[in-house]
């Protein structure tokens, strides 16, 4: 369980294994630094160049992960939505590591609730 003290809520990350992946469903950008680009092409025994050009996208001049459409939804390159997980769970980018505790959330968490069983109102 996490918690930080300026949000209302907490996590149980341990509940992402019994999610069907929302966060990783609803698209959007996940920006990702150089560093963890190489991080992850080293992960996947990729040279850099390859993992780019299959995974990586570049918009408002930063990095991001591609999302693919599979049955009307945008999923992000690196989650399988058959096996319902992260292909790169150790090694994911900041912006998945500190979800769900982003600032978007601190006052405004009730979208929370309805799709990730991870997260719980604080008493």
Known sequence: MSSSSTFPFTFDQSACSTCRGHCCRWGGYVWITEEEMMAIA???KMELSVF??????TSYGRISLQERSINGEQ???MFDPYDR???IYD????QCRTF???DQYR???KRLLDY???VEKKN
């Open 75 to 77: 999923i992000c390159s």
């Open 91 to 94: 090694h994911r980018p900041s």
């Open 42 to 44: 080293v992960f996947k």
């Open 100 to 102: 769900p505790f982003w």
């Open 85 to 87: 997980k992260c292909l």
């Open 116 to 118: 990730c069983p991870g």
């Open 52 to 57: 780019a050009d299959s995974y990586v996208r």
């Open 107 to 109: 006052d405004e968490f």
